[in-house]
């Protein structure tokens, strides 16, 4: 692509699961698979007409021109990771994948502002091989998926640091791994921690009430 899009957009994030004990273990070879598996990213991101914008050692940020390029590219590439043939010392490489889409500042090819701070988070409560959906990038692909791919709802989900929670979906293919565990969620974990304050936008009537009352 050109130059970044800008406006309301798609991101497609994505890292690799379990990869600081991969370097621990087999350096070596890990690093041969991590140049395969960039180059399995970047191919099927750039057929999609995909923007990667940041990478942080094994993690893709990727942005498109529309939310069927991100899951198309995200579909190709589990496909191919899932089909590759990695070295023994390295046995398999699962990816997590995570698509969410809205507005964002773009500024010297990067971008700043909450989409990206959801997407990663919704990333961080994925496994490997696992792609989910945000409910605004399930908005906008679930009247166009691939042939043979669904999305599963599961749920409404808390993640980490962020007020609003999420309704997270998962991409089903009929030739991908589609059983997880349990997403890494605050729901998943047990925790002393006070729950996550919520906004009181939208809720006038309940706060004059409570005027009132003080």
Request: negative net charge.
């Amino acid at each position: 692509m050109a130059s970044p899009p800008t406006g309301t957009l798609p991101f497609l994030f994505t890292d690799i699961e379990g990869s600081t004990k991969l370097w621990e273990r087999n350096p070596k070879a890990m690093q041969v698979a991590l140049a395969r598996h960039d180059e399995i990213l970047r191919e099927a991101i750039d057929v999609l007409r995909g923007y990667v914008f940041k990478t942080v050692g094994d993690a893709f940020c990727a942005v498109f021109p529309t939310a069927q390029g991100a899951l198309g590219a995200a579909l190709t590439a589990q496909r191919v990771l899932f089909s590759e043939e990695w070295s023994e010392e390295i046995g398999s490489l699962r990816v997590r994948m995570a698509l969410h889409a809205g507005a964002a500042d773009e500024r010297d090819g990067d971008y700043f502002g909450p989409p990206l701070n959801r997407v990663a988070r919704l990333l961080s409560a994925g496994h490997g091989g696992q792609v989910l959906l945000s409910l605004a990038a399930q908005e906008l692909v679930r009247d166009q998926l691939p042939e043979e791919t669904a999305l599963r709802d599961l749920g409404e989900r808390r993640l980490k640091d962020l007020f609003r929670p999420e309704r997270v979906f998962q991409l089903i293919a009929s030739d991908l791994p589609s059983e997880f565990p349990p997403l890494r969620t605050l729901e998943g974990s047990s925790n002393n921690l006070p729950v996550q304050p919520t906004p009181l936008v939208g809720r006038e009537q309940e706060v004059a009430e409570v005027a009132q009352r003080l």
